[in-house]
C-alpha cells in the first residue's frame, strides 16, 4: 500500500472515531433517562468487554492473553480500577447532573489535567505556554458552566461541573499509568474493563441494582458499550498506525466537540446556549495552544 493509500485510510479511520465520539455525549443522556449512572456503566461494561473479545478474536490476539505474565497481569487489572470503574462512574454522574452540552465540552480538559498532573507525577515542568493554555481553558470552564449568569450556577450544576472536572483527572492518571505499558493495548483495554467488571457489579448490587428492562435504555448503553468504549479505541489506534502524519489525525480531534453539539441539539432537543459555544472555544484553544508546544 503507498503512502497516500495509507493517508486515506488513516484519515477513513480518524473520521469513523470523531464520528462515534461526536455521538455518545446524546448516547450517555438517552440511557441515563432510564437508568441510574451505576446501572448505566454496568450495561455498558458487560457490552464492551463481549465487543471488545470479539476484537481480540477477530485480530487473532486472543492468545496473547495467556501470554501475560503476573506483573503485566496486575498492572492492567488496577489500571482499569481507574477506567473504566473510577472514570466512567465518575463521568456518567456529571452527565446524570448537567445538560449534555455542557458536560461534553468540560470532557476536553483532560489534555490540560495531564499537563498539570505530570508536574508531580512525572517530573516535567510547565512552561509559560503551558500555564497560558491551563488559564485559557480553565476559562472556557468558567464561561462554560455559568451559561451566562454565574449566580444561578445551582448546588446540582456546580457538583456536576465538580465531577466532570474529576473525572478528567482520572483520564489523565489513567494515561500516565500506561506511560511505561508494555501490553498491546487492545489487549490491555480488555483486561481493564474484564478486571472492573466485578467492582462495578458489586457497587450495583449494593446500590441500585441491575437496570430495569427498558428497549430504548439498555440499546442507547449497548450503543455506549460497542462504540464507546470498545471500536472508538480500536478506529483511532489504526488510523494513527496507518497515518504519515499524527498531527493531521490528531487535529482531527477539534471537530468532535462541535459535532457533537449538532447532536445534543438534534436527538437531545437542547437548544445551545451561545456560553457554550464560547466556553468550548476557549477550552479548544487552550488544547491547541498546548498541542502547538508538543
Known sequence: MDAASRQRRAYLFGLGTVLIWSTVASAFKIALAHMDHVQLLLAADAVSVATL??????????????????????QNMLLGVLNPFLYYLVLFKAYS????????????????????????????????????????????????????????????SALGVGLALLSTLIWA????????????????????????????????????????????????AAYVGVFEMGVSFVLWLLAMRLTTSTA??????????????????????EVIHAATYAGLALILCGNALQKRQD
Open 97 to 156: 447532573l448537567l445538560p449534555a452540552q455542557v458536560a461534553q465540552p468540560l470532557n476536553y480538559t483532560w489534555a490540560i489535567a495531564l499537563s498539570v498532573l505530570s508536574v508531580p507525577l512525572l517530573g516535567q515542568k510547565l512552561t509559560r505556554r503551558d500555564l497560558l493554555a491551563i488559564g485559557v481553558s480553565y476559562a472556557g470552564v468558567v464561561v462554560l458552566s455559568a451559561q451566562g449568569n454565574l449566580s444561578e450556577l445551582g448546588a446540582g
Open 173 to 220: 492518571l489513567y494515561w500516565i499509568g500506561n506511560t511505561k505499558n508494555a501490553t498491546d493495548p487492545v489487549v490491555a483495554l480488555f483486561v481493564n474493563f474484564a478486571a472492573a467488571f466485578p467492582l462495578i457489579l458489586a457497587m450495583a448490587l449494593c446500590t441500585s441494582g441491575p437496570p430495569a428492562w427498558s428497549a430504548i435504555g439498555l440499546a442507547a
Open 53 to 74: 473479545f470479539c476484537i481480540l478474536a477477530a485480530q487473532g490476539k486472543l492468545g496473547l492473553l495467556s501470554e501475560l505474565n503476573g506483573r503485566a497481569l496486575r
Open 248 to 269: 493531521r489525525i490528531g487535529n482531527l480531534i477539534f471537530l468532535s466537540p462541535f459535532l457533537s453539539l449538532v447532536f445534543i441539539h438534534f436527538i437531545l432537543g
